[in-house]
C-alpha cells in the first residue's frame, strides 16, 4: 500500500516540478498549471499522512472517512 502512494507521490512531483519550469505565457494555462500544483501539493500531504498513520496503526477499517485537512 505505501509502496504504491509513495510511486504515485513521485509522479505528482515530477508533473510540479515540469509545470513550474515550463514557460507558459498563457496566462490561462498559467492559471491551470498553478492549480495543478496547488491540487497536487495537498494531495501529496494527504498520501504521505497516510504512508504514515498506515505505517504506526495499520490498515483503517472499512468504511473510516478521509482525513481531509491534514
Known amino acids: 500500500m505505501g509502496g504504491m502512494m509513495a510511486i504515485i507521490?513521485?509522479?505528482?512531483?515530477?508533473?510540479?516540478?515540469?509545470?513550474?519550469?515550463?514557460?507558459?505565457?498563457?496566462?490561462?494555462?498559467?492559471?491551470?498549471?498553478?492549480?495543478?500544483?496547488e491540487a497536487q501539493v495537498s494531495e501529496i500531504d494527504e498520501m504521505q499522512f497516510y504512508i504514515n498513520d498506515i505505517t504506526q496503526n495499520g490498515i483503517a477499517p472499512e468504511g473510516t472517512p478521509r482525513a481531509t485537512g491534514q
Open 9 to 37: 507521490m513521485l509522479a505528482f512531483m515530477l508533473g510540479m516540478y515540469s509545470n513550474k519550469r515550463a514557460n507558459l505565457e498563457d496566462p490561462r494555462v498559467q492559471a491551470l498549471a498553478q492549480a495543478i500544483i
